[in-house]
């Protein structure tokens, strides 16, 4: 039983892993390997000037390892929510199971629409369809958030980035019952 799975290991979900993991929450991170960060070459993520893609998300899913979050590739097809719980259904056949999930899918909506979570048309260039969320990352089933491009918003890392750290920060609020904030002091 994790606290927290993350669907898609792109710069919205290692983003989100990174801060579930830091906040000492058990992390689940499944992704199927289609990042189309994979072909970006980039030069406009602030404090990462001219980085390749995998590069990026290489450095992302390191750094949420480095704070316990667990990495297992496979796609997921589909969610079914229990009772303060979320099942998760992975095409080979396993099945996990955490408190909350955060979709984190990019441009890949067919797992939400086959778990009954509802989506719109998506408003950035070339997104056709997108999860339906409140201004916080919710979607319509109790306990699953989306971030990202799957979530709507401007389709540049670091601004997929934020969004999945923003998500993760209001799941682990939620888990605490109260604000959460991770500031680190420089050691002098
Ligand atoms: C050619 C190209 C060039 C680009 N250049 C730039 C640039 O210069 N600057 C910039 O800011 N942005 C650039 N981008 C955009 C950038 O890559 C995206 O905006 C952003 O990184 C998307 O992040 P994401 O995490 O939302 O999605 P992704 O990076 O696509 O990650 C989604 C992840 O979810 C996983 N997934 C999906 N469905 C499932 C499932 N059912 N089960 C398990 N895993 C699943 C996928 O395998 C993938 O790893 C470029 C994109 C492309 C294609």
Redesign the pocket.
């Known amino acids: 039983m994790y606290d927290i799975a993350i669907?898609?290991?792109?710069?919205?979900?290692a983003s989100a892993a990174l801060f579930t993991a830091k906040a000492g929450k058990k992390t689940l991170v499944?992704?199927?390997?289609?990042?189309?960060?994979k072909?970006?070459?980039?030069?406009?993520?602030y404090g990462a000037p001219d980085i390749s893609?995998p590069d990026l998300v290489a450095v992302g899913k390191k750094q949420a390892a480095k704070f316990g979050a667990e990495f297992v590739t496979?796609?997921?097809s589909k969610l079914n929510a229990k009772d303060g719980s979320v099942a998760i259904e992975t095409e080979g056949g396993e099945t996990y199971e955490a408190t909350h999930v955060i979709l984190?899918?990019?441009?890949?909506t067919d797992?939400a629409e086959a778990s009954g979570i509802a989506t719109k048309p998506g408003t950035e260039p070339r997104i056709k369809t997108i999860v339906d969320v409140t201004p916080e990352g919710r979607t319509n089933q109790a306990n699953v958030w989306a971030a990202?491009?799957?979530a709507g918003v401007s389709?540049?890392?670091?601004v997929?980035a934020g969004d999945g750290a923003k998500v993760a920060i209001n799941v682990i609020s939620e888990l605490n019952g109260e604000r959460y904030v991770d500031h680190d002091v420089l050691k002098s």
């Open positions: 669907i898609g290991a792109g710069p919205a979900g499944l992704d199927s390997d289609q990042s189309v960060t072909r970006a070459w980039i030069e406009n993520h893609g496979a796609k997921v984190a899918t990019g441009m890949l797992m990202g491009t799957v389709m540049h890392t670091i997929t």
